[in-house]
């Protein structure tokens, strides 16, 4: 039997009984996106398959550090930190390449927990658009650079003067490609295996950067792949006495990392509700008001898909990121391409995202605000024609600036609310405050060079 044939609990059971494993690894996503897990023996998994198990609720109450929330919300030190209930989902089953015959299954928070979940989260948005009558696809496409350095070596150098994979600025270059052709092929067979199939890859503009476009599908199982691929890229790169990183920019000298989402709908007899050839570059009346909601709820959402104090960093004039909720037709320069083509192709691109977010949450903002422009007409702005770095817009079109501003304006959000649920937001808006608390705790090196010696 083979992993993604894997849909029901006695498929699961054959399975794991077919290959003689006694242990299954089982992982779940933060609300950072990174994946903690464990093994289970086959007797726990098993007993785990119709009705879950408790895992620690300090997975939503930590960060990326480990360090504890200040303040509660869902939960904390006043609740003990119990535990909460996960779900195995039955049908994310994987082969684990990298670890011989191993299988790996997703876990999702139930109950109340689930209203934090950020899969749970994403999962919510995709039943508004099922209840409306969507279907929705959509892929992750990321950038990555690439280290010559090991986790011990980077904490030694104190994260300075890292050997990238490559030198120079090679982009798009058969070269690299051909040079460095082990590693790459490495990373598309495991792709393949995982089910989360690379549609192109190459370098990109730096040294050692490359990127990576993941096959689209439906919005909750592309979510699954851009999460998996940030994890297990980085799992390959270590096996092979390298690091690489997904941080939004890492670098003032190099254009930032991007993790852009492509989005589409179909109705309900699968066909694209995008696509009418009828209208201006075959953009029907529903893909307007899609990109119309995106644009107008795009500054209250930004947290969500701007996840770090690093994402900021990057959204400056002139490094291929957007500075404004803006959009326009084949402009990479805007916040949201719009991409005419077939009813197949027929799409928007999400373009403020970085390589650092979070790809449920990236998903449900990005989704979810489209939803809510179809629901209320909402209608967007002229197409930017030309550089959006060049033009000045209305001031409700400005992104926020900080991690923080970006929090406190998802919490004032109205739609936000109505969209992911009270719970959710406050929860969510806590831990971005935190993380901002947590940089002004630090001393950097820029004012230890500025300030140490002359003020």
Request: hydrophobic fraction near 40%; aromatic fraction near 12%; charged fraction near 25%.
């Amino acid at each position: 039997m083979q992993a993604r044939d894997v849909k029901t609990v006695k498929d699961a059971k054959k399975i794991v009984e077919e290959r003689g494993l006694d242990y299954v690894k089982v992982g779940i996503f933060d609300v950072d996106g990174v994946m903690r897990g464990k093994y289970l023996s086959r007797q726990k998994f098993f007993g785990i398959l119709e009705d879950g198990f408790g895992f620690c609720d300090v997975v939503l109450g930590w960060d990326v550090n480990d360090q504890l929330y200040d303040q509660e919300s869902y939960t904390g030190w006043k609740s003990g930190y119990p535990d909460a209930k996960v779900v195995p989902v039955i049908d994310s089953c994987r082969d684990l390449p990298l670890e011989g015959d191993m299988l790996l299954f997703i876990l999702e928070f139930a109950d109340r927990a689930e209203t934090v979940c950020p899969r749970g989260t994403l999962r919510r948005v995709i039943q508004k658009a099922a209840d409306m009558g969507f279907t929705a696809t959509a892929a992750c496409e990321y950038e990555f650079f690439l280290f010559n350095e090991t986790p011990q070596s980077v904490r030694e150098k104190n994260y300075s003067d890292l050997e990238n994979f490559t030198p120079g600025f090679f982009g798009y270059s058969m070269l690299r490609a051909t040079t460095e052709a082990d590693f790459y092929h490495q990373l598309l067979e495991l792709c393949t295996q995982m089910d989360m199939p690379i549609e192109g890859l190459h370098t990109e503009t730096g040294p050692g950067v490359l990127e990576a476009a993941i096959g689209y599908d439906e919005a909750l199982a592309a979510a699954d792949k851009g999460a998996l691929f940030k994890t297990f890229t980085k799992v390959l790169a270590q096996q092979n006495d390298m690091m690489a990183t997904f941080m939004a920019k890492w670098s003032p000298e190099y254009p930032g990392q991007s993790g852009h989402i492509h989005l589409s709908l179909a109705g309900e007899d699968g066909s694209s509700v995008f696509h009418d050839p009828s209208k201006p570059h075959n953009m029907s009346d529903t893909m307007r008001h899609f990109i119309g909601g995106q644009q107008k709820l795009m500054p209250q959402l930004l947290a969500m898909v701007s996840p770090t104090i690093n994402s900021y960093t990057r959204l400056i004039p002139g490094f291929w990121a957007p500075t404004d909720a803006s959009w326009g037709i084949e402009n990479r320069t805007c916040a949201l391409r719009a991409i005419p083509g077939s009813p197949k192709a027929q799409r928007v691109e999400y373009r403020i995202a970085a390589a650092d977010m979070n790809p449920y949450l990236a998903i449900a903002a990005a989704l979810g605000s489209g939803l809510w422009g179809i629901e209320n007409k909402i209608e967007p702005s002229e197409p930017i024609e030309g550089s959006a770095y060049d033009k000045t817009f209305p001031e409700e079109m400005a992104l926020p600036q900080t991690l923080w501003e970006a929090a406190q304006r998802l919490k004032k959000s109205d739609a936000a609310r109505e969209l992911f649920g009270d719970e959710f937001v406050d929860h969510y808006a806590i831990t971005r405050e935190w993380e901002e608390r947590e940089f002004r705790k630090a001393i950097t090196n820029w004012e230890m060079e500025r300030y140490f010696e002359i003020i």
